[in-house]
């Protein structure tokens, strides 16, 4: 794109009567939730699909499977789970399921049979299970509450803060890329990579790394690792400790408190944050943010994503179920074409005007921070193409301009 501005299409919204706007349910968007399906709770921590594109979603009241068409619920009361607390997921090379719980451990499902793992019956270094992650060699990599753990069916090998050079227990994500080097991360630990047996730890002390805390990592296309970070955005190696990051001061996105990341076969960035919504970086690095304020979205608060086998982006919230979002090449490139709506200054001043071009009269324009607040109502239209800032702190945001049906954002910075 030559400009910052990104158009976001919506089906024509309806005018409420309390002055509010309504967006059509459409196709694009479907949200499941405890009232309207057969999804057991509206906390989704997890989801991953299987080899039948089966989608498995875990949540605060249990496991849940989805077809498409049928719901399969299991809890504490209808199968062998101890608990309804799920946090981690995944599908092994024989298309079982292994499931994380919070305080009873690991389990094993093969569709006919359960085996549960814990630190009374096996050599796990915790009971609370925050990641798993399999390797080509159908080996469980498993990141704890109290270390990083490897079981290939047999024997258990850990590392940890006691066993070994780890700086934190707490192991948040595995990535693995096509030479079978892992990338670790944690909270408060920073970035491990493991290659045989040798462990290189990166940190912000060590190696300038952006942030100690990183929540999800991604492999792309290119065998680059990407790292979602809890406060300093999105961020990649790029060799002899030196880092490319995408945060609020230099890019599009809108926050830098990441929560969960995905890259799809597209190689579309899709990231979950903390309060901001959904945010994709696409293809083309333009990027677009949907929010409850603008878009189908059900919650702002990401908990987890997926991306199934027919590229299907399948979201879980934090109050709001599970929402699928149908991505493809077409529906992006409508999104992020160029629109030739031009504004200036930018940056600009607090209570000054700014021009917009080459929109009509009847546009309403909004001022919204990056946490996704509007702020008031809308800009007052002073004259042609001028409408009047209101009295602001300095900072990021981002104006939306509402024409025919039509949303275009554009990303202000204020200034003295």
């Known amino acids: 794109m030559t400009n910052s501005l990104l158009k976001v299409v919506f089906i024509l919204p309806f005018l409420l009567g309390n002055g509010s706007f309504f967006f059509a349910q459409s196709s694009t968007w479907i949200t499941y939730n405890d009232l309207n399906s057969g999804l057991p709770n509206n906390a989704v921590h997890c989801i991953t699909h299987d080899q039948l594109n089966n989608i498995w979603i875990g949540t605060d009241n249990g496991l849940a499977s ?30 079982a399921l292994w499931v994380g719980t919070t305080i009873h451990g690991l389990y094993r499902y093969d569709g006919q049979s359960w085996v549960n793992f814990t630190t009374l019956n096996s050599n796990i270094p915790d009971n609370f299970i925050r990641t798993i992650t399999i390797d080509s ?29 780890l700086l934190s227990n707490n192991i948040t994500s595995i990535a693995i890329d096509a030479q079978d080097k892992k990338y670790i991360s944690s909270i408060n630990g920073g970035l491990v990579y493991l290659s045989n047996t040798q462990l290189e730890i990166y940190t912000i002390l060590n190696a300038n790394l952006p942030d100690n805390s990183v929540i999800s990592i991604q492999i792309d296309e290119t065998d680059k690792p990407w790292f979602a970070s809890t406060a300093q955005g999105l961020f990649t190696d790029t060799g002899n400790q030196t880092w490319l990051s995408f945060n609020i001061s230099n890019s599009q996105i809108q926050t830098n408190s990441l929560t969960c990341f995905r890259i799809d076969t597209l190689q579309n960035f899709i990231i979950g944050t903390l309060q901001n919504g959904l945010v994709i970086r696409t293809n083309n690095s333009d990027w677009i943010n949907f929010t409850v304020e603008n878009s189908e979205i059900s919650d702002n608060y990401i908990f987890s994503i997926d991306v199934d086998d027919e590229n299907n982006v399948w979201i879980g919230t934090q109050t709001g179920g599970l929402v699928r979002l149908q991505m493809n090449q077409a529906w992006i490139d409508e999104l992020t074409q160029n629109n030739h709506i031009q504004i200036y200054p930018n940056p600009s001043q607090s209570n000054t005007s700014i021009h917009i071009t080459n929109v009509s009269s009847e546009a309403m324009v909004y001022l919204y921070q990056p946490n996704g607040k509007q702020l008031n109502t809308p800009l007052r239209h002073l004259d042609h193409d001028r409408y009047l800032l209101p009295e602001i702190v300095d900072g990021i945001y981002f104006l939306h301009v509402f024409e025919n049906g039509i949303r275009y954002i554009s990303k202000l910075v204020i200034h003295q």
Do not use: C, H, M
């Not at 159908?138 to 803060?161: E, M, P, Q």
């Open 137 to 165: 060699l159908n080996r469980k990599w498993i990141g704890t509450s109290d270390g990083l753990a490897l079981f290939d069916d047999l024997t258990w090998t850990i590392w940890n803060t006691q066993s070994s050079n």
């Open 66 to 95: 989805f077809d498409g068409e049928n719901w399969v619920v299991y809890n504490s009361s209808n199968s062998p789970l101890q608990e309804n607390y799920i946090r981690a997921l995944a599908i092994d090379t024989n298309n």
